[in-house]
């Protein structure tokens, strides 16, 4: 095993095992801190490395930390709103990471016809949850904003999918399991908060390390130069459609 992995693996054991003792230790208020080290380690990574090159992926990253900060109040309304104008946001940009892949791909009719009932029924699940968890709010901001984080949350899943489902490799496959990651941990965390239940927040803080680290090793694995597989594919693709892909 490369140092480099070994390194990234260490830091992800650390970070878990800090975040269930400081949990285990700590009320769950004060233990949201641990949320605040894993956004700022990741960041500083790609502040510090080639990484910082992929502009999308480090706007993401910075808005993870700003959003962490306001979980520290999440109590408040105000810090609520942020929290979901501030995921939302890089969702989009996350979107964008991968944007040409998708502008290129070209769908079947039966693909079109199952990723439309999968987003539907999607939808109908984020809004029987909406219901549930902003009953009793008056704060028309903050339920259109908990919605916009929902389906901004279902597009970035779906474009995972569709670039995984044309790659079928490393790469794409590191950046599916970071965004349902990230998806899960924002599941499990609300359901920490709402249903006040500590094993989900146990569950939500390993899917947020987890999703941080794939969406890293996603970058570590497709910065620089072209991965090999990719280079076949597209070589592959020019020869027998006389089309050409965006690569990673």
């Known amino acids: 095993m490369k140092p480099s992995k070994i390194i990234s693996l260490s830091i992800v054991v650390a970070l878990v095992v800090v975040n269930v003792v400081l949990i285990w230790v700590l009320n769950e208020e004060n233990?949201?801190?641990?949320?605040?080290?894993?956004?700022g380690i990741y960041c500083l990574y790609f502040l510090v490395t080639d990484s910082s090159k992929?502009?999308?992926l480090l706007s993401a990253f910075l808005l993870f930390l700003i959003a962490d900060i306001f979980i520290l109040d999440f109590e408040s309304t105000i810090a609520q709103q942020a929290f979901f104008a501030l995921h939302s946001s890089a969702y989009l940009l996350l979107l964008f990471e991968i944007k040409?892949?998708?502008e290129k791909f070209h769908m079947s009719s039966f693909?079109?016809?199952?990723?439309?009932?999968?987003f539907a029924v999607n939808g109908i699940f984020v809004f029987v949850i909406g219901n549930t968890l902003t009953a009793g709010?008056?704060?028309?901001a903050l339920t259109l904003l908990f919605y916009l984080h929902g389906f901004s949350s279902l597009l970035l899943i779906a474009g995972a999918i569709l670039v995984?489902?044309?790659?079928?490799?490393?790469?794409s496959a590191s950046f599916l399991v970071g965004v349902l990651a990230l998806?899960?941990?924002?599941?499990?965390?609300?359901?920490?908060?709402?249903?006040?239940?500590t094993t989900f927040l146990y569950l939500s803080r390993i899917f947020y390390i987890l999703a941080l680290f794939c969406l890293v090793h996603f970058s570590e694995i497709s910065n620089g130069a072209q991965s090999r597989d990719l280079n076949e594919l597209e070589a592959k693709e020019e020869n027998t459609k006389g089309t050409s892909y965006h690569e990673y």
Do not use: M, P
């Not at 709010?137 to 028309?140: A, K």
């Not at 995984?164 to 790469?171: H, K, P, Q, T, V």
């Open 31 to 39: 233990s949201r801190w641990g949320r605040i080290l894993c956004s």
């Open 54 to 56: 992929k502009v999308f």
């Open 100 to 102: 040409e892949n998708l």
């Open 111 to 118: 693909q079109k016809l199952y990723f439309s009932i999968v």
């Open 137 to 140: 709010i008056n704060d028309i």
């Open 164 to 171: 995984y489902d044309r790659y079928s490799n490393e790469i």
């Open 183 to 197: 998806a899960l941990s924002n599941l499990t965390g609300f359901a920490s908060i709402y249903l006040d239940h």
